[in-house]
């Protein structure tokens, strides 16, 4: 079983939209998130969100065009991603840590497969 499944990449046009969302199973996680990766770049980090009380951090480059929610009851993360540029093609991997472990925005224990995102300009 997958613990963190990701679902909603795809192909879009500059200044369009996509919703990506993580489904979890199997356990219960902690601070939750999402990771990106490039062709010929290092991942990188998008953003994370707490379990309980909703703090949130972001990247400064998808500040103000992304927005990621979680819902606990179902296990879920996503991430609202709204005009996309080019720049923002990659593989979108979420990401997810223990429950004890506190909000970070760099070391995740657990991670999806990844699901690609390309955006033509």
């Known amino acids: 079983q997958v613990p963190l499944l990701e679902s909603g990449g795809g192909l879009v046009q500059a200044g369009g939209s996509l919703r ?17 990766q490039a062709p010929g770049k290092e991942r990188e980090f998008v953003a994370a969100i707490s379990r309980s009380d909703g703090i949130t951090y972001y990247a400064d480059s998808v500040k103000g065009r992304f927005t990621i929610s979680r819902e606990n009851a179902k296990s879920t993360v996503t991430l609202q991603m709204n005009s996309l540029k080019p720049e923002d093609t990659a593989v979108y991997y979420c990401v997810a840590n223990e429950p004890w472990k506190p909000l970070r925005t760099d070391v995740f224990n657990y991670w999806g497969q990844g699901t690609q995102v390309t955006v033509s300009s």
């Open 20 to 36: 990506l969302s993580c489904a979890a199973s199997g356990r219960t996680f902690g601070a939750m998130g999402w990771f990106r």
